[in-house]
């Protein structure tokens, strides 16, 4: 059982992930692993699951899959392996690595059937890959220095680093990407904009720590500060191999602004703690068809006073919900002029440990309502970014809702706030202009 979990922990978080596509052929009646089984792992569990990488073991080898065959079985029946928490059936997303109802039934014949090896001559044609790339390189920027992860309790290590911007000029991001330089210990990366107003601040923050960076937690503000407005920029999880941001669109970078790289270490299944250096891979321009910006949907008041937002001790199914008009709440947040609505390309939402499940929906004026994401079940080690197979248009009169759902079983009331003992219920949105 322990290994089934360790199986379910590994991997892609929130953003970027590999997808495939499905062939739609029926399940084979009598499976193997060269015909059947491999074009199946190295297309959706390879990315995670190779020596070095952050998953706790190898599925690259016969000898690896045939070890963990029963394993493999249950998750993927289970069908918490590969992770993915949208509900599809209300919305169709890119890069949904979900496997087919005859792609599970092979992996479960396979292990059910003693695990043929088949003939290493003749492999299976491999899956179409349909995962983002970027298209170019035209920035990398490497921490200032290596950072040496610390083990607590919990195995984890939240830390910030800030990043210089060179550009001495006016500039769009229109694709990212992140390059760990220790995977086997990089949980997740995000990485947040700073204006030039603040990079006093995080410099400050980074100084006053006796170690590379700062420790912080759920956001970019050191641990006990108080947050101020950062942009998200992008992020990276297990299996991303980073993407260009919508055609036409970007973010815009003042001069003189910073990048603050969040990093989570998870140190669990590390024996050796190495330092680490990540690479942060941009794609530059000097201008885009519609500037664009990940948006806040949050309620001010939750931010503002912590304690209105609540999570009562020993009970179940709390809900929290908001709903604004996007334009004011956007321009507040980000200065975008968003008066002629705006157009909606993919969905991040976030809670803490005790969240249970949420959604983002559109209440269009016409009185019908759109949903962009549906998380039934909330899993804290898998959060990631969904990209709208067909963007969400926001027209003005429009009303965007969040709606969050926690839990909690322990003896002490939650509140709003950035560290690991809080609650959150905030999703990030990458709109553009229309």
């Known amino acids: 059982m322990r290994r089934i979990v360790a199986i379910c922990l590994a991997g892609a978080s929130a953003s970027l992930a590999v997808g495939f596509a499905a062939f739609g052929q029926a399940a084979p009646a009598r499976p193997t692993y060269f015909q059947d089984v491999k074009p199946i792992l190295d297309g959706r569990c ?17 000898l690896h899959a045939f070890r963990y065959r029963k394993e493999i079985a249950t998750a993927t029946r289970a069908r918490v392996m590969p992770p993915w928490h949208a509900d599809s059936r209300v919305r169709r997303y890119l890069y949904d690595p979900t496997l087919t109802n005859d792609q599970i039934t092979t992996l479960v014949r396979w ?18 890959s349909v995962a983002p790339r970027l298209s170019r390189v035209d920035a990398r920027i490497p921490m ?3 950072y040496l992860p610390q083990r607590s309790g919990a195995g984890d290590d939240y830390r910030c680093f800030v990043l210089p911007w060179v550009p001495g000029r006016e500039t769009y991001v229109t694709g990212f990407n992140l390059r760990p330089g220790q995977r086997k210990q990089v949980h997740h990366i995000i990485v947040y904009l700073a204006p030039p107003r603040d990079a ?13 960076g700062y420790g912080c937690y759920g956001g970019p503000s050191a641990t006990g500060r108080q947050s101020f407005g950062f942009e998200f920029l992008s992020g990276w999880v297990p299996g991303s191999f980073g993407t260009d941001f919508a055609a036409g669109t970007g973010i815009r970078v003042a001069p003189g602004s910073r990048l603050v790289m969040q990093v989570h270490y998870n140190l669990d299944a590390v024996e050796r703690i190495r330092p680490d250096r990540s690479v942060v891979e941009l794609r530059l321009d000097d201008a885009v068809d519609r500037r664009a910006v990940y948006a806040p949907l949050v309620d001010p008041a939750w931010i503002i006073s912590p304690r209105s937002f609540r999570v009562p001790a020993k009970q179940r199914r709390i809900p929290h919900a908001y709903t604004a008009d996007p334009r004011d709440l956007f321009r507040l947040a980000t200065g975008m002029d968003f008066r002629n609505g705006m157009v909606v390309h993919s969905v991040l939402l976030h809670m803490h440990r005790l969240g249970k499940r949420g959604s983002v929906t ?28 067909r963007t969400a248009r926001v027209a003005p009169g429009d009303r965007l809702a969040l709606r969050c759902e926690h839990s ?11 560290n690991s003992a809080d609650e959150m219920c905030i999703a990030f949105l990458y709109v553009s202009e229309p």
Do not use: I
């Open 46 to 62: 390879a990315g995670c699951h190779y020596a070095g990488g952050v998953a706790p073991m190898a599925l690259t080898s016969y």
């Open 408 to 418: 909690n079983a322990g003896s002490k009331l939650k509140t709003w706030g950035e």
């Open 200 to 212: 006093s601040t995080v410099e400050a923050w980074e100084r006053e720590d006796s170690r590379p």
């Open 144 to 146: 200032r220095t290596a």
């Open 111 to 128: 292990a059910g059937r003693r695990a043929p090896r088949g003939d290493a001559s003749r492999p299976g044609a491999p899956l179409r």
């Open 362 to 389: 559109v209440d269009h004026g016409s009185g019908r309502r759109e949903t962009l994401l549906s998380v039934r079940r909330w899993e804290f080690n898998w959060q990631r970014e969904y990209h709208l197979a």
